[in-house]
């Protein structure tokens, strides 16, 4: 089982969508980078992981026991 699954994730900000139906997964012992222009849902991608924020649409699982940290792009 994956670590962290996406299944059809939809995110949008106003009429933007960022995620557009993604479908993503993490698997154990992987290493994964996130690279793309700025505005493109790299950040966002990252807070739904960390459950700092909720897709509109589609379906987010966490393999169970699984302890994820999130350090901001912007300090608060």
Do not use: W
Not at 35 to 47: E, Q
Request: aromatic share 8%; proline share 3%; with cysteine.
């Amino acid at each position: 089982m994956a670590l962290i699954s996406f299944n059809q994730v939809f995110l949008a900000y106003g009429h933007v969508a960022l995620l557009d139906h993604c479908d993503f997964a993490v698997e154990e012992q992987e290493r994964i980078g996130l690279i793309g222009r700025n505005g493109t849902g790299k950040s966002s991608m990252l807070k739904i992981i960390a459950k700092l924020e909720k897709p509109d649409d589609g379906e987010v699982q966490r393999q169970l026991g699984i302890q994820i940290a999130y350090v901001a792009q912007e300090p608060y």
